[in-house]
């Protein structure tokens, strides 16, 4: 069935679609990833034409507060907005698939550029599909890829993206036409069905791509597992070499519901990998995706200079924070900017700062470190002000709501026994998102924004069990900030790619793997690497990591200077300009070997 609208695009376009549900606004690294795009340069002169789909999640409100900040609605028959020559191919869709469409655009901005675009949006409300269309796609989604839906439709995460499917290809073909050359882009397993659905269109020219955010199995494993990365990562080395994948060692996966969705990629034309490791785990998952089209294309990070006055000044304004809430001024500011997720590591952050503060001890210096994560949305400013002024809020907490949620209240008592030992380094747990007064609270200085908490602190930590990119944790590196990060994190390949890590005093970068024995010749054993192994592996790293912490902190303006050059220099390699140039372009461009995807195919799921 072929819907197609007036076109209102050249032929010779290039089109993206990119398929996500971060299509309204940014909640993670996702959302990160668009933004980076929709403001990089190098990006805009090659696409000229993109477009962001996916699930209406928003059903109150006006057309414009659900198609979020800074966009503008063309269409959206509710409330009879038809500024759009699509309109009449829209009405036609929301009839046959009994859907509602809301289109429209969202302006992307780059404060310190200026480079602006305005990437059409488009959002299909899922709840009530046509379920005759929907089970024909699941019925040939099966027939193709031998996914069987059927195990997971109970499953609303699952069964809102495969009832996307067929409504957002009849709407993208409204919006091109047969003969352009339209890539989409399924970013994450929220992505694949829209992804299989166009693959499985005869007469259009689509090129599907597969972007790895990260790999749902493998996330789901390591974080499970008491090893974490400890055990994981040396069992996938040992698996690689031995050409073992996923399923034989850690048994069949398919009972995940994101992991045949993630498995049915290797029918894309491309997979993009934001990491070594990922495009490693992507490898694990099935032995034909050895001989898949996997392409390393890492995130971009923040790249621009500012001076050692401008860095002392954000940091000032950080110490006086710090002076409001605990009545003393701390010589150094350690930061983590986060969501509350197990994967993110954060006990292994008390545990460097324990030792590190073992030594600030002896050299009567003082450090506090502002832990800023949050599991649940933003608190109104009434709440904060209130918990403020009744016991003392984010220095004390309380649990439950406006207060801790329950991960937050879980990792809560870990930091109160780091504070109740610790007397040179404290820590701040500040559960809110924002970072400045209307958000924080009355003791926070007048003129605080987010940035002063990247500009201004001298250690930015990021030890996560599972991290397939990790931009927040390089963020501070273009203002010569030290940033910790873990050896599984993809950032850290790129930093391998681009430099040697061991001659950039700004990362150091922690490895959790490499003391478990590599000669180890018993997949068992490595499986069985268990929690109490992990922790002495920690207690050895973290000794480590405090140790070269406190070597490279600048102690003079001249070591302050060293080390914002420095770290601007290898921001720079790692900008999106350049990553959009030496990655994405040259991958997004290469032309495809033709899928078999319209044949019956073999599953391991």
């Given at each position: 069935?072929?819907?197609?609208?007036?076109?209102?695009?050249?032929?010779?376009?290039?089109?993206?679609?990119?398929?996500?549900?971060?299509?309204?606004?940014?909640?993670?690294?996702?959302?990160?990833?668009?933004?980076?795009?929709?403001?990089?340069?190098?990006?805009?002169?090659?696409?000229k034409r993109s477009i962001i789909t996916g699930p209406l999640f928003s059903y109150n409100g006006s057309a414009q507060s659900r198609l979020g900040e800074h966009a503008e609605v063309l269409y959206w028959s509710a409330e009879n907005i038809c500024n759009t020559p699509y309109s009449g191919a829209f009405r036609r869709i929301e009839k046959i698939y009994n859907t509602q469409i809301l289109y429209g655009t969202r302006t992307f901005t780059d404060s310190r550029t200026g480079t602006q675009s305005s990437p059409e949006v488009l959002l299909i409300d899922v709840r009530h599909i046509n379920p005759d269309i929907v089970n024909e796609f699941k019925r040939r989604m099966f027939h193709?890829?031998?996914?069987?839906?059927?195990?997971?439709?109970?499953?609303?995460?699952?069964?809102?993206?495969?009832?996307?499917?067929?409504?957002?290809?009849?709407?993208?073909?409204?919006?091109?036409?047969?003969?352009?050359?339209?890539?989409?882009?399924?970013?994450?397993?929220?992505?694949?069905?829209?992804?299989?659905?166009?693959?499985?269109?005869?007469?259009?020219?689509?090129?599907?791509?597969?972007?790895?955010?990260?790999?749902?199995?493998?996330?789901?494993?390591?974080?499970?597992?008491?090893?974490?990365?400890?055990?994981?990562?040396?069992?996938?080395?040992?698996?690689?070499?031995?050409?073992l994948n996923i399923n034989e060692v850690f048994g069949d996966q398919s009972c995940y519901f994101k992991h045949p969705l993630v498995e049915a990629s290797r029918h894309c034309h491309h997979i993009f990998a934001v990491g070594n490791h990922t495009a490693d785990e992507m490898r694990f998952l099935a032995p034909e995706f050895e001989n898949a089209d996997i392409n390393i294309v890492y995130n971009g990070i923040p790249s621009y200079a500012i001076s050692a006055e401008e860095k002392i000044k954000s940091k000032g304004k950080l110490q006086k924070y710090c002076e409001n809430l605990l009545g003393f001024k701390p010589d150094y500011i350690f930061s983590h900017v986060t969501r509350m997720v197990k994967s993110k590591g954060l006990w292994r952050d008390l545990q460097v700062l324990e030792r590190i503060e073992k030594e600030f001890r002896a050299q009567n210096k003082t450090g506090v470190m502002f832990l800023l994560s949050t599991e649940t949305a933003a608190r109104p400013n009434r709440d904060i002000l209130k918990m403020e002024s009744s016991y003392n809020w984010p220095v004390a907490h309380r649990e439950g709501w406006p207060?801790?949620?329950?991960?937050?209240?879980?990792?809560?008592?870990?930091?109160?026994?780091?504070?109740?030992?610790?007397?040179?380094?404290?820590?701040?747990?500040?559960?809110?998102?924002?970072?400045?007064?209307?958000s924080c609270g009355t003791r926070m200085p007048e003129d605080m924004e987010f940035m002063d908490i990247r500009k201004g602190n001298d250690v930015e930590f990021g030890m996560s069990v599972y991290e397939p990119f990790g931009i927040s944790q390089l963020e501070p590196l273009t203002f010569g900030g030290i940033c910790v990060i873990s050896s599984v994190?993809?950032?850290?390949?790129?930093?391998?790619?681009?430099?040697?890590?061991?001659?950039?005093?700004?990362?150091?970068?922690?490895?959790?793997?490499?003391?478990?024995?590599?000669?180890?010749?018993?997949?068992?054993?490595?499986?069985?690497?268990?929690?109490?192994?992990?922790?002495?592996?920690?207690?050895?790293?973290?000794?480590?990591?405090?140790?070269?912490?406190?070597?490279?902190?600048?102690?003079?303006?001249?070591e302050l200077d060293n080390m914002i050059r420095s770290g601007y220099n290898l921001a720079v390699n790692m900008s999106w300009e350049s990553v959009v140039r030496k990655f994405l372009l040259p991958n997004l461009q290469k032309k495809s070997a033709q899928k078999g995807v319209r044949q019956p195919a073999q599953t391991h799921s």
């Open positions: 069935m072929l819907l197609i609208g007036e076109k209102l695009a050249m032929a010779d376009e290039k089109i993206v679609v990119h398929v996500t549900h971060e299509a309204t606004e940014k909640i993670g690294g996702i959302g990160a990833v668009l933004e980076g795009l929709f403001t990089c340069k190098a990006y805009l002169e090659a696409v193709h890829f031998g996914i069987h839906s059927d195990l997971y439709e109970h499953i609303w995460e699952y069964e809102q993206y495969v009832r996307l499917a067929p409504a957002a290809i009849a709407a993208i073909k409204t919006l091109c036409s047969a003969d352009q050359s339209t890539t989409i882009i399924a970013h994450e397993f929220m992505g694949m069905p829209t992804a299989l659905a166009a693959g499985m269109e005869t007469e259009w020219n689509f090129k599907t791509i597969f972007y790895a955010h990260e790999v749902a199995t493998i996330r789901k494993i390591v974080e499970t597992h008491p090893g974490h990365d400890t055990m994981f990562y040396n069992v996938m080395k040992y698996c690689r070499k031995n050409k207060d801790l949620s329950g991960g937050e209240a879980d990792f809560y008592p870990v930091i109160q026994a780091f504070n109740a030992k610790s007397r040179n380094i404290k820590v701040i747990f500040i559960n809110q998102f924002g970072f400045d007064k209307q994190c993809g950032c850290a390949g790129f930093v391998q790619a681009v430099g040697e890590p061991h001659k950039i005093p700004n990362v150091i970068i922690a490895d959790y793997t490499t003391s478990v024995n590599g000669s180890i010749d018993d997949i068992q054993e490595l499986i069985n690497a268990d929690g109490f192994m992990r922790r002495q592996i920690e207690h050895q790293t973290s000794e480590k990591l405090a140790r070269e912490i406190i070597e490279r902190l600048p102690e003079n303006k001249n």
